[in-house]
């Protein structure tokens, strides 16, 4: 009997996974309008991880700010600031070249306020900190909205 209610139930979900996977698909492509910029690999890669390395501050941010350390929140704010475009176009010039303006404006401004949201994270102010911080994570929704990095072919 036990058996018999196992193959109940697995043809059961079997039949409502297949019926989800072709009702539930959707139906229309969703075109990706976003303006492609075209680098080599290990230039994607070299922007690409600098993405990663804002948003591993970000995380750290929060976690400093959530655990009462605002001295390692202030310190992940302003490596993530200017200080870091320095670093980056001190080894990689050629890649600002070919960088859109609007991109590379968007991406000093977001380096600005990170520095901008270090400064903040000096008053502890929470609300003032969280309002820095939901401020900058908008210019990280709009760059993602707008662009998409490819690899030249």
């Given at each position: 009997m036990n058996r018999n209610w196992m193959r109940a139930f697995l043809f059961f979900y079997f039949f409502v996974f297949s019926a989800c996977f072709f009702v539930c698909k959707p139906k229309t492509k969703i075109e990706d309008r976003r303006v492609v910029i075209f680098l080599t690999k290990e230039e994607r890669e070299l922007?690409?991880?600098e993405m990663r390395e804002l948003l591993r501050s970000v995380h750290m941010i929060i976690y400093g700010i959530s655990?009462?350390?605002?001295?390692?929140?202030?310190?992940?704010?302003?490596?993530s600031?200017?200080?870091m475009v320095n670093k980056l176009s001190a080894v990689e010039k050629t890649l600002l070249l070919k960088l859109p303006g609007d991109f590379?404006?968007?991406?000093?401004?977001?380096?600005?306020?990170?520095d901008e949201l270090a400064e903040v994270i000096k008053s502890r102010e929470?609300?003032?900190i969280m309002n820095n911080l939901a401020n900058l994570l908008s210019r990280c929704v709009s760059c993602h909205d707008t662009y998409s990095i490819q690899a030249e072919k």
């Amino acid at each position: 009997m036990n058996r018999n209610w196992m193959r109940a139930f697995l043809f059961f979900y079997f039949f409502v996974f297949s019926a989800c996977f072709f009702v539930c698909k959707p139906k229309t492509k969703i075109e990706d309008r976003r303006v492609v910029i075209f680098l080599t690999k290990e230039e994607r890669e070299l922007v690409l991880r600098e993405m990663r390395e804002l948003l591993r501050s970000v995380h750290m941010i929060i976690y400093g700010i959530s655990m009462g350390d605002y001295d390692l929140a202030y310190l992940y704010a302003k490596s993530s600031g200017m200080e870091m475009v320095n670093k980056l176009s001190a080894v990689e010039k050629t890649l600002l070249l070919k960088l859109p303006g609007d991109f590379k404006k968007l991406g000093f401004e977001t380096h600005k306020q990170f520095d901008e949201l270090a400064e903040v994270i000096k008053s502890r102010e929470n609300q003032k900190i969280m309002n820095n911080l939901a401020n900058l994570l908008s210019r990280c929704v709009s760059c993602h909205d707008t662009y998409s990095i490819q690899a030249e072919k």
